[in-house]
């Protein structure tokens, strides 16, 4: 941390709002639920399964889709710590970049394997044995984009998590706890994903999905917390001029 932005930190912390706490809190729970309900297709055969991803369609564009919407909801709710921690430091304007960068990601991600494989396999989940055999490289690029595209939104909010957290380190208290969890939460997938211990599938999304909740229910409680500190503050401030002018 430079002295510049040592100094400008405290000063700059921001009265977050009520709606932001919820955003991020009820938006992480609900997005681990989500993650909970999403289905798989576990048939080696390609026939069978396009005709499982195709029994519950509707299931995953349910799924996919409350996951695009809480992704957008929860991004709003980071924007507003982002607010409150100050634009003008360097490593919260990375943090907001990269987790707008993660969402857009992440959203490929939702629409190739919520939307668009659950339409292919409505489509041609009767179709000829030659037909199914041409959809094979298609289905292989999907797949491939598929994860391609959800390892970009993991690193990259990886990086948005390290980068606020790095910020929280420096205060003191909840702040300090919730930005070494963050750290933690931040560096594990990104380790995992190098070393290629973690795979994106279903039970490995879900466990990032898990992790990065936790971490987002946890700063919305400090930011609950400080919402309240600074709103006490500034009631005493105002009772002690009140009586100064009086």
Known sequence: ??????????????????????????????????????????????????????????????????????????????????????????????????????????????????????????????ASDATLEALRPVLAASHALNQALAQCGTVAFSVALLAWSSVLVGQRGLARAVGVFGLVVGVVPVIALVTERLELDVRGMGAVVVAQGAWGVAVAAWMWRLRRSLAREATCSAQADTHASS
């Open 1 to 126: 941390m430079t002295t510049t932005e040592r100094a400008a930190l405290t000063p700059n912390l921001r009265r977050p709002a009520l709606s932001a706490c919820a955003l991020i809190g009820v938006g992480s729970v609900l997005s681990v639920v989500a993650m909970s309900h999403h289905p798989s297709a576990h048939s080696p055969d390609l026939r069978a399964m396009l005709q499982e991803i195709a029994q519950f369609a509707g299931v995953s564009r349910t799924v996919h889709g409350g996951l695009i919407v809480l992704m957008a909801l929860v991004f709003q709710g980071y924007w507003s710590l982002s607010r409150c921690l100050g634009f003008e430091l360097e490593r919260v304007r990375t943090a907001t970049i990269a987790h707008g960068l993660g969402v857009v990601c992440m959203l490929g991600a939702a629409v190739i394997n919520g939307f668009a494989l659950s339409e292919l396999a409505q489509r041609c989940a009767t």
